[in-house]
């Protein structure tokens, strides 16, 4: 199987703070990455497309100056909630596509468990 | 763009018997794929079952099936015998060309003893 995992699966922090949050796939190498947002109850929203040794690609109306995205390696991608607001508390999701050609699982995304994020 | 749609924001079932949760979508793309996950309320997203555009059998995983209605743009999960760990929210979504994954605004189960 493949198997993602986010770090950490749950921070509290103050208001003005800045949090990052670590995706990794552990059993495969995921050139791209995709980082989601979800309000309790409520879809999950696509927030940016994480491209290993490239630019990240925000969705319209994501802050990239805010949500900073880092690809540094072919399984991790890291996502920065910079100068962190009340209002960016939210359950962050992150998910891997799987590349390996011949697998029953090319080009599927595999998602990680979650961070959910509280801003004091 | 891709749309999806999901219109009954939340269902209650009965412990052993089925419920279909309805998903429309509406997309321009010749070719695409169709997922059903489960979040429980750990917020983790399982895989349930895909069903590809070109697929011309409805797809089935154990008590999941996807009735698959291409022309209506249709494709709705029917889960059977249901079991009170069933009770989750459950999204449908749609991958395009670009391989992102549009969401449906998911419907909540709760399956009754």
């Known amino acids: 199987g493949a198997v993602v995992s986010q770090h950490p699966s749950r921070v509290i922090c103050k208001s003005g703070t800045s949090v990052k949050i670590e995706c990794r796939s552990l059993?495969?190498?995921?050139?791209?990455m995709f980082w989601y947002r979800q309000f309790p109850k409520k879809s999950l929203m696509l927030m940016a497309t994480?491209?290993?040794?490239?630019?990240?690609?925000?969705e319209q109306g994501v802050e990239k100056d805010k949500f900073l995205i880092n690809h540094a390696s072919l399984t991790l991608s890291t996502l920065t909630v910079t100068s962190a607001h009340p209002e960016d508390s939210s359950f962050y999701i992150c998910?891997?596509?799987?590349?390996?050609?011949?697998?029953?699982?090319?080009?599927?995304?595999?998602f990680g468990p979650g961070t959910r994020l509280t801003v004091l | 763009a891709q749309k999806i749609t999901q219109t009954q924001p939340g269902m209650f079932v009965q412990e052993k018997e089925a419920v279909t949760l309805d998903c429309t979508y509406d997309?321009?793309?010749?070719?695409?794929?169709l997922f059903w996950y489960k979040q429980p309320s750990s917020g983790e997203m399982i895989f349930l079952i895909y069903?590809?555009?070109?697929?011309?059998q409805n797809a089935t995983e154990g008590r999941y099936s996807l009735n698959f209605q291409k022309a209506r743009k249709s494709a709705n999960l029917v889960i059977s015998a249901s079991q009170l760990g069933d009770s989750a929210m459950y999204f449908c979504?749609?991958?395009?060309?670009?391989?992102?994954?549009?969401f449906g605004a998911g419907t909540t189960v709760t399956v009754r003893a």
């Open positions: 059993d495969f190498q995921a050139t791209t």
């Open positions: 998910s891997a596509r799987d590349l390996r050609l011949g697998t029953s699982s090319y080009n599927e995304q595999f």
């Open positions: 997309t321009s793309d010749q070719s695409y794929g």
């Open positions: 979504a749609m991958r395009a060309n670009d391989y992102k994954l549009s």
């Open positions: 994480s491209n290993e040794g490239s630019k990240a690609t925000y």
């Open positions: 069903q590809g555009s070109y697929d011309e």
